[in-house]
């Protein structure tokens, strides 16, 4: 049985990691900004008959709170075996439509809020020579994704700290892994650049994001494969399988992965004349 801390799972890929999590047995914190939420996760959890969750609000903005969090989970169960750094924000829009706050909002939630859980628990997992830190970043992190390129930048720079992260920490016995999905069908999908100036991809975006993915894939599937890379120790869990083969494409052809990338853009445009 494992000692877990899950940070944005109220809903959607935390929610999805949390059930997995509790599924197999563990002891899960469900954390959230959304407090009621977290609660109404972690009572449906406790109904499985397996594992146990509590819920928490916590604001990843607040390197504070999260660092208080994951120390009192260590100092309840003696120790702090998994932190999936997951809480997120969507930011959509082409540059030009761009204000400060919304590159301000994706850095101080999306890599800032990751920042703030590998400080508060990196030196808990260091001292008990033991633990695994998993950070959500996307497929946006490996590949050129416009339309957003503060959501794109803030992944790119989570997918490079966890590596070194993974690297410096290989010796001392904590383990680091990064999670790069493609496109999951989650409340962000319908909830893009909330509380933040508009743009054409403000609120529901998933008929324009749909113009170039297929399907999307569900966050119990990828829950899955988290699940999975964990057990393996893998540094990169990318998923699906259509994610893996934009990720090789880009590394080999660069170049041809911005022109694909033009092309979703050119199809945006094409739905919404005027951008």
Request: proline fraction near 4%; include cysteine.
């Amino acid at each position: 049985m494992n000692v877990a801390v899950v940070t944005g799972g109220a809903s959607g890929i935390g929610r999805a990691i949390a059930t997995a999590l509790v599924a197999r047995g563990d002891t899960v914190l469900v954390t959230d900004i959304d407090a009621d939420g977290a609660r109404r996760v972690a009572d449906r959890l406790n109904t499985l008959g397996r594992g146990k969750a509590a819920a928490a609000a916590l604001d990843v903005t607040d390197a504070a709170a999260v660092a208080a969090t994951y120390q009192g989970v260590r100092d309840e169960h003696r120790r702090l075996d998994l932190v999936f750094n997951n809480a997120g924000i969507a930011i959509g829009g082409l540059a030009e439509e761009l204000t400060l706050d919304h590159w301000n909002r994706a850095i101080d939630i999306n890599l800032k809020g990751v920042v703030h859980g590998v400080h508060a628990a990196y030196p808990i997992m260091l001292e008990q020579g033991s633990g695994h830190i998993v950070n959500t970043a996307s497929l946006a992190g490996l590949v050129p994704m416009p339309a957003g390129i503060p959501y794109t930048a803030t992944k790119h720079a989570v997918v490079g700290l966890s590596l070194g992260l993974r690297a410096e920490a290989a010796g001392r016995g904590v383990k680091v892994s990064v999670v790069c999905p493609g496109f999951v069908d989650t409340p962000l999908l319908v909830n893009v650049n909330p509380g933040l100036p508009e743009t054409r991809l403000s609120g529901d975006a998933k008929d324009d994001i749909a113009t170039a993915v297929p399907r999307f894939y569900t966050a119990e599937k990828l829950a899955r494969d988290i699940m999975r890379g964990v057990r393996r120790n893998q540094a990169l869990i990318v998923a699906p399988a259509n994610g893996r083969a934009a990720w090789r494409a880009a590394r080999l052809n660069p170049a041809l992965a911005v022109g694909a990338a033009r092309l979703f853009v050119d199809r945006m445009r094409a739905r919404q004349p005027g951008l």
